[in-house]
């Protein structure tokens, strides 16, 4: 087992201290651990007898994302270690949340849960902008991607993640808190995951989703709606499509406006969910996308939807409006014909 140490400075994660195990005898030289790592942090060399090996000659941009080890046909690369320096202390803390707004959300969460029988917590989004104060929410030990930061909020938990606890290259950038790797912005990778049929496509993809300023966002910050520790900006609901399609109707229960949605199969969670309701300030769906499926526990079922939180009030009440009689007479399927029964 060849042991290649990392503890250096990233100049987007801190203080970091990475390793990167290459089981010597598992190992066949293919060289997709260096095509596939987002950051280039790894070089094939020769080591004789026409064999090569990757050499993690660049340890210090590695984000521990364990795309390597992922693709690695292998199983030849272990990753260990984290970054653990804590990027937001010494920060200014943010108030306490009022306990009258902290009662609004959960009644929303309430809300929405005894109408549409809700399996999951509806999410509260929060990108902590640079330089604001920080909300008492715990930074995980582990390392997440948004996305499963999001799966484990709808969950309960509450999460606060600076860039360092980030395990996604792509989503953690898009999000505003790094700049974005080279392999990303030029849609290389997406070629090489068979996603994509051409550069031209994967730059197009790339080109038509929003991405914030690198380094304008200082954290991820998510929670169950039902004990909300900060305002949201954005809710996120995990939910069946049925359940996906009443809170499109209660959006527009007073307004009859039909939706125009954003949705790819790509960046579901930190685009589709999260980016365009953030910065259009309109509701959006999602279908999910490749990385959310692959990485966490949310069902083949599910869909995901992501609301403007000043959206919320009205939504909520076109819901309870719903709940008289549209929504229990579809659910009692009262047109199915007896022939059908
Ligand atoms: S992907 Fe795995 S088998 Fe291929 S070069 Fe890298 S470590 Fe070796
Ligand atoms: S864990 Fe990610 S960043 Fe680190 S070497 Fe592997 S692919 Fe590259």
């Known amino acids: 087992?060849?042991?290649?140490?990392?503890?250096?400075?990233?100049?987007?994660?801190?203080?970091?201290?990475?390793?990167?195990?290459?089981?010597?005898?598992?190992?066949?030289?293919?060289?997709?651990?260096?095509?596939?790592?987002?950051?280039?942090?790894?070089?094939?060399?020769?080591?004789?007898?026409?064999?090569?090996?990757?050499?993690?000659?660049?340890?210090?941009?590695?984000?521990?994302?364990?795309?390597?080890?992922?693709?690695?046909?292998?199983?030849?690369?272990?990753?260990?270690?984290?970054?653990?320096?804590?990027?937001?202390?010494?920060?200014e803390k943010a108030e306490p949340l009022a306990a009258e707004k902290v009662a609004e959300y959960a009644g929303w969460a309430k809300t929405m849960r005894d109408v549409l029988g809700l399996r999951w917590h509806p999410?509260?989004?929060?990108?902590?902008?640079?330089?604001e104060p920080v909300p008492d929410v715990p930074i995980p030990n582990e390392r997440l991607r948004y996305c499963q930061s999001l799966m484990a909020a709808r969950r309960g938990r509450k999460l606060m993640m600076p860039a360092n606890r980030h395990a996604c290259p792509d989503g953690t950038s898009i999000l505003g808190l790094t700049p974005m790797p080279a392999k990303l912005?030029?849609?290389?990778l997406y070629i090489l995951f068979h996603k994509l049929?051409?550069?031209?496509?994967?730059?197009?993809?790339?080109?038509?989703?929003?991405?914030?300023?690198?380094?304008?966002?200082?954290?991820?910050?998510?929670?169950?709606?039902?004990d909300a520790p900060c305002d949201p900006s954005v809710i996120a609901v995990v939910?069946?499509?049925?359940?996906?399609?009443?809170?499109?109707?209660?959006?527009?229960?007073?307004?009859?406006?039909?939706?125009?949605?954003?949705?790819?199969?790509?960046?579901?969670?930190?685009?589709?969910?999260?980016?365009?309701?953030?910065?259009?300030?309109?509701?959006?769906?999602?279908?999910?996308?490749?990385?959310?499926?692959?990485s966490s526990d949310v069902g083949d079922d599910c869909m995901f939807m992501g609301i403007p939180v000043e959206l919320m009030p009205q939504l909520i009440k076109g819901l309870e409006e719903l709940s008289k009689k549209a929504i229990p007479q579809s659910r009692d399927k009262i047109y199915l014909p007896p022939l059908m029964n």
């Open 1 to 91: 087992m060849n042991d290649i140490r990392g503890n250096a400075i990233n100049d987007n994660l801190g203080k970091v201290a990475y390793r990167i195990y290459v089981d010597e005898h598992k190992c066949i030289g293919c060289g997709l651990c260096e095509a596939f790592c987002p950051v280039e942090v790894y070089e094939m060399w020769s080591v004789g007898e026409g064999k090569r090996r990757p050499v993690a000659t660049h340890i210090e941009r590695c984000w521990g994302c364990e795309t390597c080890t992922g693709q690695c046909p292998q199983k030849a690369l272990r990753i260990e270690g984290s970054a653990d320096s804590n990027m937001l202390a010494g920060r």
């Open 239 to 294: 939910a069946l499509p049925e359940q996906i399609m009443w809170l499109c109707m209660a959006a527009s229960y007073y307004t009859g406006h039909r939706f125009d949605f954003h949705a790819s199969g790509y960046n579901a969670q930190c685009v589709e969910t999260t980016l365009i309701p953030y910065v259009s300030r309109e509701l959006n769906v999602s279908f999910g996308c490749y990385g959310c499926r692959a």
């Open 197 to 226: 049929d051409s550069v031209e496509a994967a730059q197009r993809m790339v080109s038509e989703r929003p991405c914030l300023e690198p380094r304008s966002i200082d954290a991820t910050v998510v929670f169950p709606l039902d």
């Open 185 to 188: 912005a030029s849609g290389e």
């Open 123 to 131: 999410v509260g989004i929060k990108l902590l902008a640079a330089g």
